[in-house]
């Protein structure tokens, strides 16, 4: 099955951080770092690339400049075998870059520039002449053309991949609350984009902040617990905006899986009506850069090669376990036959720790509820 990704694109410059903390950074002070990695970020490098390592052929689709940062972005995709003839150029723009600031066993903070990525709208997706297959479009909440008029750009490029055949997906990022993108108007751009999309991949803290604020910050500030319940309720919501399957990135505590009833005559049987909670493999975290974009990798290979919901929830973790031992994106992610090597070994898990009164726990697995259990 042909593979795009398209949507944001950038150049993640990393300090290679091995001691000391975020908390160091103060006014008038220097942190000594050991060396520099230079990487591409974003969901078209992370996922794309990701899935070339697994042993795919993915199409991208990205808005670069002509500028050194653009040539840097260009060079690094080529080195990984992919060629970028799908990527648009804007004369005179500057690429997007981030400075990704990731000390050893603190989650990481970013400082971004959009550049072109503000630029790319519903021209920059051309899937004519490309046999149908799976569609992927990652960070709409970063890229100004996709959030703003209510995302119309957004709806149209899901409308004409739906129209010409293609299974799609959708992932997130969360935007800066102060920013124009954190004041649009998510739920209305997700009610008519929703419709469109097979496959919606955002994280728990990312679609909160979009449909409920309150519980984003008590989920934040600790004050709300993180329970099936409250998955349920959020993804059911998602459901009936007309997404076929959700899939909530949780972070430490797995993945979370909900799909809707008649989803089997384009998905297929086994993905009707299913609730799953997938937990985490034990790995030693090295870095989170790319932790949801390589999770969403992994699922999109399973997904296009048939697997069940358990096989393609499991190899998600897999992939995403995979990239964390290292500290950039994609550097620690194997062939797709490692990977399931590794897994069909008795890789160990990490069982949630969120509370999921009614579920039944078997191969690694939460099922839930009791009810919608197959065996």
């Known amino acids: 099955m042909q593979i795009v990704v398209a949507g944001h694109l950038c150049l993640d410059i990393i300090p290679d951080w091995q001691t000391g903390n975020l908390g160091a950074l103060k006014p008038g002070t220097m942190v000594q770092v050991d060396g520099l990695t230079f990487s591409t970020g974003g969901a078209v490098s992370n996922t794309g690339i990701a899935l070339k390592r697994l042993g795919f052929a993915p199409i991208l689709m990205a808005c670069t400049g002509d500028d050194h940062v653009g040539n840097i972005v260009r060079s690094i995709v080529q080195r990984e075998g992919i060629d970028p003839d799908h990527f648009s150029c804007i004369k005179g723009a500057t690429t997007s870059y981030t400075i990704v600031l990731n000390p050893p066993g603190e989650d990481r903070a970013f400082i971004h520039f959009p550049g072109t990525n503000d630029a790319f709208g519903a021209d920059d997706v051309d899937l004519s002449g490309l046999e149908p297959g799976l569609f992927h479009l990652g960070y709409p909440p970063i890229m100004r053309e996709l959030y703003t008029a209510e995302g119309e750009n957004l709806e149209a490029i899901f409308r004409r991949a739906k129209a010409s055949g293609w299974v799609t997906s959708m992932d997130m990022a969360l935007p800066d609350p102060n920013s124009e993108a954190g004041r649009a108007p998510w739920r209305r751009i997700l009610s008519r984009t929703l419709p469109y999309v097979d496959l919606f991949l955002p994280s728990l803290e990312e679609i909160l902040y979009m449909l409920d604020q309150d519980k984003f910050y008590a989920v934040q500030e600790g004050a709300l617990p993180i329970t099936t319940e409250l998955l349920d309720n959020l993804s059911q919501e998602l459901l009936d905006m007309g997404a076929g399957v959700i899939g909530l990135k949780l972070g430490d505590q797995g993945l979370y899986l909900r799909t809707g009833a008649g989803v089997a005559s384009s998905l297929g049987e086994n993905w009707d009506n299913r609730q799953l909670l997938s937990p985490i493999f034990e790995v ?56 399931e090597e590794r897994i069909s070994r008795g890789w160990p898990r990490v069982m949630p720790t969120i509370a999921h009164p009614g579920w039944h726990a078997e191969h690694g697995l939460l099922y839930g509820p009791l009810d919608k259990v197959k065996r």
């Open 284 to 339: 030693e975290v090295q870095g989170t850069t790319g932790a949801g974009d390589t999770t969403i990798a992994g699922f999109l290979a399973g997904f296009s090669l048939g697997k069940d919901p358990e096989e393609v929830v499991t190899l998600a973790n897999g992939v995403g376990a995979c990239c964390v031992e290292v500290l950039s994106a994609i550097e620690g992610i194997p062939s797709l036959t490692t990977v």
